[in-house]
């Protein structure tokens, strides 16, 4: 039940069944490759009967039958849910291209001005959220740049300069900015979770993994120095949900999902970099906000779904040079 060896129908139908879906997991797999292989045999062969070595026979005959076009087959964990996922990545051309192919320049525009947020602007030592909750998201809307030119009209009156074509682009309104993102959700770029937050998906880490290293990382910046794109000490893989050293510079990550294997292996759970005690209780992602003393004491003033959109902008605030400190007490306070 291996197939043959030469590249058939099968793996024709593997791959094109891939190729539309853009990921893959062995789950998705079974019903797919149990129908071709059906087909193929002449009997029936049930969902049961699929392993991972007969999925892995047909990844890399599509994965050679790809490589000639420049795209490659990668694999992840899903941070949380500790599932494999396959993906068809393309190997020469960056992200923000492709996506130009089924979107709009102002779809582009506003999906870049979403991931620096994300990585960005909600991104700093003191608060690696790497994810938007809906109040944030709408902020991304507007372009900036059209926020610019439509205040320099207001000044000058019709002497103001016309606006250049790179700053053109106005911005997408909230419906067409949800119906972006939506069809983001679809395309399995972006997750959305059950309290509407938006966050990269595995996807997206693997086609954008050395984009966001080249976007967002200081490629001058010493070693040891924070850097907003992080990985992973077990699997080395970029974190942008999981565990970090309780260190506020230090830029040792885990996820939830590697960290038992990887301390098993270790005498203390102590930081591997800077050595001090890892407690696993400082976090990136939804956590690194949900987790807070504001936060939590702000939850028993509110119901089930009243997530406060406004509280955790608060709390995601940017830092404002050394004043964050003033600013937990702030919230402590209220
Ligand atoms: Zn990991
Ligand atoms: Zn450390």
Redo the contacts with the bound molecule.
């Keep these: 039940m291996e197939g043959d060896d030469e590249y058939n129908d099968g793996n024709r139908a593997f791959l094109q069944a891939f190729m539309a879906r853009g990921t893959m997991t062995l789950r998705e797999a079974k019903p797919i490759l149990a129908n071709i292989l059906t087909i193929q045999e002449g009997e029936p062969v049930e969902t049961v009967q699929i392993t991972q070595e007969i999925f892995d026979s047909y990844l890399s005959a599509a994965q050679e039958a790809l490589s000639s076009l420049d795209y490659d087959i990668r694999s992840t964990m899903h941070q949380v849910a500790k599932k494999r996922i396959w993906a068809i990545v393309n190997t020469t051309s960056d992200a923000m291209t492709q996506l130009a192919t089924l979107h709009s320049a102002e779809e582009i525009a506003f999906v870049k001005r979403v991931l620096d947020a994300m990585f960005d602007k909600y991104n700093s030592p003191r608060l690696e959220a790497m994810f938007l909750d809906s109040m944030q998201f709408h902020q991304c809307c507007r372009a900036p740049a059209a926020a610019q030119a439509a205040d320099a009209v207001e000044e000058d009156g019709e002497e103001g300069q016309p606006p250049q074509p790179s700053q053109q682009l106005r911005g997408l309104k909230s419906s067409e900015a949800e119906a972006m993102m939506q069809s983001m959700v679809d395309e399995g770029w972006f997750e959305r979770s059950v309290e509407g937050c938006y966050s990269l998906s595995p996807r997206a880490l693997m086609e954008l993994h050395s984009w966001l290293i080249e976007t967002y990382n200081d490629p001058g910046a010493e070693p040891g120095d924070w850097q907003r794109i992080k990985f992973c000490e077990a699997c080395k893989d970029i974190v942008t949900v999981g565990q970090r050293?309780?260190?506020r510079d230090?830029?040792?990550r885990l996820h939830d999902i590697c960290e038992e294997a990887f301390w098993r292996t270790k005498r203390e759970k102590?930081?591997?970099?800077?050595?001090?005690l890892?407690d696993g209780k400082h976090f990136v992602g939804e956590r690194a906000v949900t987790e807070t003393e504001a936060y939590r004491r702000s939850k028993g003033h509110r119901g089930r779904d009243g997530r406060s959109s406004g509280l955790m902008e608060q709390i995601m605030a940017p830092d404002e040079e050394e004043e964050e400190e003033e600013d937990q007490e702030h919230l402590d306070d209220e």
């Design positions: 050293c309780t260190e230090c830029n040792v102590k930081c591997p970099k800077c050595q001090t890892w």
